[in-house]
Protein backbone atom coordinates (compact mmCIF):
# COMPACT_ATOMS: atom_id res chain seq x y z
CA UNK A 1 0.00 0.00 0.00
CA UNK A 2 1.28 3.57 -0.84
CA UNK A 3 0.39 6.40 1.41
CA UNK A 4 1.40 9.89 1.43
CA UNK A 5 0.91 12.36 3.50
CA UNK A 6 -2.51 13.97 2.30
CA UNK A 7 -6.13 13.15 2.91
CA UNK A 8 -8.48 12.57 0.96
CA UNK A 9 -12.53 13.04 0.87
CA UNK A 10 -14.61 12.08 -2.11
CA UNK A 11 -17.71 14.46 -2.63
CA UNK A 12 -20.17 13.71 -5.30
CA UNK A 13 -23.11 15.87 -6.49
CA UNK A 14 -25.93 14.47 -4.44
CA UNK A 15 -28.68 13.39 -7.07
CA UNK A 16 -31.65 14.72 -5.40
CA UNK A 17 -30.46 16.81 -2.76
CA UNK A 18 -27.80 19.15 -3.79
CA UNK A 19 -26.23 19.67 -7.31
CA UNK A 20 -22.10 19.69 -5.19
CA UNK A 21 -19.39 18.77 -7.48
CA UNK A 22 -16.15 18.39 -5.73
CA UNK A 23 -13.24 17.31 -8.27
CA UNK A 24 -12.04 14.81 -5.59
CA UNK A 25 -8.24 13.54 -7.14
CA UNK A 26 -6.98 16.95 -8.25
CA UNK A 27 -8.06 19.34 -5.68
CA UNK A 28 -6.64 17.90 -2.18
CA UNK A 29 -6.06 21.00 -0.71
CA UNK A 30 -9.42 23.03 -1.48
CA UNK A 31 -10.83 19.47 -0.47
CA UNK A 32 -9.92 19.51 2.88
CA UNK A 33 -10.50 23.44 3.31
CA UNK A 34 -13.95 22.91 2.30
CA UNK A 35 -14.31 20.00 5.03
CA UNK A 36 -12.98 22.66 7.68
CA UNK A 37 -15.34 25.16 6.49
CA UNK A 38 -18.20 23.58 6.05
CA UNK A 39 -18.06 20.53 8.74
CA UNK A 40 -15.24 21.74 11.11
CA UNK A 41 -15.35 18.24 13.01
CA UNK A 42 -13.58 16.85 9.83
CA UNK A 43 -10.84 18.70 11.08
CA UNK A 44 -10.68 16.52 14.12
CA UNK A 45 -11.12 13.36 12.40
CA UNK A 46 -8.90 12.89 9.14
CA UNK A 47 -9.15 9.43 10.40
CA UNK A 48 -11.92 9.17 8.35
CA UNK A 49 -10.45 10.75 5.18
CA UNK A 50 -8.23 8.42 3.15
CA UNK A 51 -4.98 9.36 3.01
CA UNK A 52 -3.51 9.55 -0.47
CA UNK A 53 -1.93 9.69 -2.86
CA UNK A 54 1.42 10.45 -4.82
CA UNK A 55 0.96 11.61 -8.48
CA UNK A 56 3.57 8.60 -9.28
CA UNK A 57 0.92 6.34 -11.12
CA UNK A 58 2.47 4.31 -13.52
CA UNK A 59 -0.53 5.16 -15.73
CA UNK A 60 -0.54 8.38 -17.87
CA UNK A 61 -3.20 9.85 -17.48
CA UNK A 62 -5.50 7.57 -14.98
CA UNK A 63 -8.97 7.52 -14.06
CA UNK A 64 -11.01 5.12 -12.30
CA UNK A 65 -14.14 3.37 -13.73
CA UNK A 66 -16.78 2.26 -11.81
CA UNK A 67 -20.09 0.52 -12.04
CA UNK A 68 -22.71 0.47 -9.65
CA UNK A 69 -24.83 -2.77 -9.68
CA UNK A 70 -27.86 -3.43 -7.87
CA UNK A 71 -30.46 -4.54 -10.45
CA UNK A 72 -29.90 -6.39 -13.15
CA UNK A 73 -27.32 -8.34 -14.86
CA UNK A 74 -28.28 -7.66 -18.46
CA UNK A 75 -25.45 -5.73 -19.39
CA UNK A 76 -22.49 -6.91 -17.47
CA UNK A 77 -21.48 -9.32 -19.82
CA UNK A 78 -21.03 -6.79 -22.59
CA UNK A 79 -19.89 -4.06 -20.31
CA UNK A 80 -16.56 -6.61 -19.97
CA UNK A 81 -16.21 -7.55 -23.48
CA UNK A 82 -16.10 -3.71 -23.86
CA UNK A 83 -13.50 -3.25 -21.11
CA UNK A 84 -11.52 -6.33 -22.11
CA UNK A 85 -11.29 -4.63 -26.20
CA UNK A 86 -9.83 -1.35 -24.23
CA UNK A 87 -7.58 -3.28 -21.45
CA UNK A 88 -9.57 -0.97 -19.20
CA UNK A 89 -10.12 -1.73 -15.65
CA UNK A 90 -13.27 -0.95 -13.39
CA UNK A 91 -14.71 -1.00 -9.74
CA UNK A 92 -18.05 -2.61 -9.42
CA UNK A 93 -20.07 -1.88 -6.84
CA UNK A 94 -21.81 -4.23 -5.83
CA UNK A 95 -25.14 -4.37 -3.67
CA UNK A 96 -25.41 -7.46 -1.48
CA UNK A 97 -28.26 -8.74 -2.69
CA UNK A 98 -27.01 -8.28 -6.25
CA UNK A 99 -24.01 -10.52 -5.31
CA UNK A 100 -26.43 -13.08 -3.54
CA UNK A 101 -28.72 -13.40 -6.98
CA UNK A 102 -25.88 -13.21 -9.18
CA UNK A 103 -22.27 -15.00 -7.54
CA UNK A 104 -21.02 -16.25 -10.82
CA UNK A 105 -20.69 -12.76 -12.43
CA UNK A 106 -19.31 -11.29 -9.25
CA UNK A 107 -16.69 -14.05 -9.43
CA UNK A 108 -16.09 -13.29 -13.08
CA UNK A 109 -15.77 -10.05 -12.65
CA UNK A 110 -12.75 -10.71 -10.85
CA UNK A 111 -11.38 -13.01 -12.82
CA UNK A 112 -11.65 -10.84 -15.41
CA UNK A 113 -8.85 -8.62 -14.06
CA UNK A 114 -11.72 -5.84 -12.08
CA UNK A 115 -12.39 -4.88 -8.69
CA UNK A 116 -15.03 -5.42 -6.12
CA UNK A 117 -16.86 -2.77 -3.95
CA UNK A 118 -19.12 -2.64 -1.41
CA UNK A 119 -22.84 -1.26 -2.30
CA UNK A 120 -24.51 -2.04 0.67
CA UNK A 121 -27.01 -4.70 1.26
CA UNK A 122 -30.36 -3.27 0.13
CA UNK A 123 -29.54 -0.20 -1.35
CA UNK A 124 -31.40 2.02 0.72
CA UNK A 125 -30.41 5.77 1.55
CA UNK A 126 -28.40 5.27 5.27
CA UNK A 127 -29.48 8.65 6.52
CA UNK A 128 -33.20 6.65 6.55
CA UNK A 129 -31.63 3.81 9.02
CA UNK A 130 -30.80 4.49 12.50
CA UNK A 131 -27.10 4.00 14.26
CA UNK A 132 -27.86 -0.38 14.05
CA UNK A 133 -29.10 -0.46 11.15
CA UNK A 134 -26.28 1.39 9.37
CA UNK A 135 -24.05 -0.95 10.51
CA UNK A 136 -25.76 -3.84 9.85
CA UNK A 137 -25.66 -2.96 6.43
CA UNK A 138 -22.06 -2.17 6.08
CA UNK A 139 -21.12 -5.37 7.53
CA UNK A 140 -23.74 -7.58 6.13
CA UNK A 141 -22.55 -6.85 2.67
CA UNK A 142 -19.00 -7.09 3.75
CA UNK A 143 -19.65 -10.57 4.85
CA UNK A 144 -21.58 -11.68 1.90
CA UNK A 145 -18.81 -10.12 -0.53
CA UNK A 146 -16.45 -12.16 1.61
CA UNK A 147 -18.23 -15.55 0.95
CA UNK A 148 -18.94 -14.66 -2.78
CA UNK A 149 -15.34 -13.74 -3.43
CA UNK A 150 -13.20 -14.85 -0.47
CA UNK A 151 -11.86 -11.24 -0.17
CA UNK A 152 -12.29 -8.78 2.29
CA UNK A 153 -14.11 -5.64 0.09
CA UNK A 154 -11.93 -1.54 0.60
CA UNK A 155 -14.11 0.52 -0.77
CA UNK A 156 -17.44 1.10 0.00
CA UNK A 157 -20.06 3.55 -1.96
CA UNK A 158 -23.06 4.40 -0.55
CA UNK A 159 -26.17 4.18 -2.26
CA UNK A 160 -27.18 7.72 -3.88
CA UNK A 161 -23.98 8.90 -3.00
CA UNK A 162 -25.73 9.95 0.74
CA UNK A 163 -23.20 9.63 3.22
CA UNK A 164 -23.20 11.33 6.64
CA UNK A 165 -20.45 11.44 9.40
CA UNK A 166 -21.53 8.57 11.12
CA UNK A 167 -21.67 6.41 8.40
CA UNK A 168 -18.07 7.36 7.69
CA UNK A 169 -17.16 6.37 11.28
CA UNK A 170 -18.84 3.36 10.81
CA UNK A 171 -17.40 2.70 7.48
CA UNK A 172 -13.89 2.98 8.99
CA UNK A 173 -14.63 1.19 11.83
CA UNK A 174 -15.35 -1.55 9.15
CA UNK A 175 -12.65 -1.49 7.95
CA UNK A 176 -13.68 0.52 4.55
CA UNK A 177 -13.00 3.75 3.06
CA UNK A 178 -16.03 5.77 1.33
CA UNK A 179 -15.72 6.32 -2.38
CA UNK A 180 -17.74 8.61 -4.07
CA UNK A 181 -17.27 9.88 -8.03
CA UNK A 182 -16.38 13.79 -9.65
CA UNK A 183 -18.60 12.19 -12.99
CA UNK A 184 -21.60 11.38 -13.43
CA UNK A 185 -22.53 9.60 -16.86
CA UNK A 186 -25.98 10.03 -15.76
CA UNK A 187 -26.39 6.63 -18.09
CA UNK A 188 -29.02 5.93 -15.39
CA UNK A 189 -31.37 8.31 -17.05
CA UNK A 190 -30.73 6.29 -20.27
CA UNK A 191 -30.18 9.35 -22.39
CA UNK A 192 -29.02 8.42 -25.62
CA UNK A 193 -24.92 7.01 -25.79
CA UNK A 194 -23.95 10.16 -27.28
CA UNK A 195 -24.89 12.55 -24.62
CA UNK A 196 -22.92 9.68 -22.04
CA UNK A 197 -20.03 10.00 -23.86
CA UNK A 198 -20.64 13.94 -23.84
CA UNK A 199 -21.24 13.77 -20.03
CA UNK A 200 -17.93 12.14 -19.53
CA UNK A 201 -15.62 13.66 -22.42
CA UNK A 202 -16.46 17.51 -21.98
CA UNK A 203 -15.51 16.99 -17.44
CA UNK A 204 -12.44 14.10 -17.64
CA UNK A 205 -9.38 14.91 -16.11
CA UNK A 206 -6.47 13.11 -14.77
CA UNK A 207 -7.39 10.79 -11.50
CA UNK A 208 -11.25 11.48 -12.24
CA UNK A 209 -13.76 8.90 -10.93
CA UNK A 210 -16.24 7.68 -13.28
CA UNK A 211 -19.73 6.87 -12.60
CA UNK A 212 -21.60 4.09 -14.56
CA UNK A 213 -24.43 1.30 -13.91
CA UNK A 214 -24.25 -1.86 -14.93
CA UNK A 215 -28.21 -1.68 -15.46
CA UNK A 216 -28.55 1.27 -17.74
CA UNK A 217 -29.82 0.79 -21.22
CA UNK A 218 -27.01 2.50 -23.02
CA UNK A 219 -23.86 2.52 -21.39
CA UNK A 220 -22.15 -0.37 -23.34
CA UNK A 221 -22.92 1.70 -26.62
CA UNK A 222 -21.34 4.88 -24.81
CA UNK A 223 -18.01 2.79 -23.86
CA UNK A 224 -18.05 2.03 -26.88
CA UNK A 225 -17.81 5.66 -28.06
CA UNK A 226 -15.78 7.05 -25.34
CA UNK A 227 -13.24 4.81 -24.34
CA UNK A 228 -11.45 4.56 -28.04
CA UNK A 229 -11.71 8.59 -28.08
CA UNK A 230 -10.46 8.80 -24.63
CA UNK A 231 -7.55 5.85 -25.41
CA UNK A 232 -5.98 7.81 -27.87
CA UNK A 233 -5.87 10.81 -25.81
CA UNK A 234 -3.46 8.99 -23.12
CA UNK A 235 -6.40 7.85 -20.77
CA UNK A 236 -5.72 4.67 -19.24
CA UNK A 237 -9.04 2.92 -16.96
CA UNK A 238 -8.09 1.40 -13.80
CA UNK A 239 -9.20 0.39 -10.93
CA UNK A 240 -10.22 2.59 -7.44
CA UNK A 241 -6.89 0.74 -5.67
CA UNK A 242 -5.01 1.28 -9.21
CA UNK A 243 -5.58 5.04 -8.84
CA UNK A 244 -5.07 5.06 -5.41
CA UNK A 245 -1.30 2.63 -6.41
CA UNK A 246 -2.86 0.49 -3.55
CA UNK A 247 -1.49 -3.03 -4.79
ZN1 LIG B 1 -26.64 2.58 -6.56
New binding site residues.
Given amino acids: MSLSTHSIYFMRSIRSMQKLIILPLVSLFCLLQWAKIFNPSFSQNNDLLFPAISQNTSYALPAALTF???WNDACTSSILDTLDLYSAKATF?I?AYWARRYPERVKEILERGHEIGS?SDL?RPFPSFDLDQKAQQLLSAKKSIRDTTGQEVLWF?P???IIDQETLRLCRAAGMYCVLWDIDSQDWKNVPPKKIAENIIGSIHPYSILLF?NGALNTVSALEELLPLLSQKGYQFCTISQLMQIH
Avoid: K, L, V
Fill in positions: DCSFSHHRPYGQ
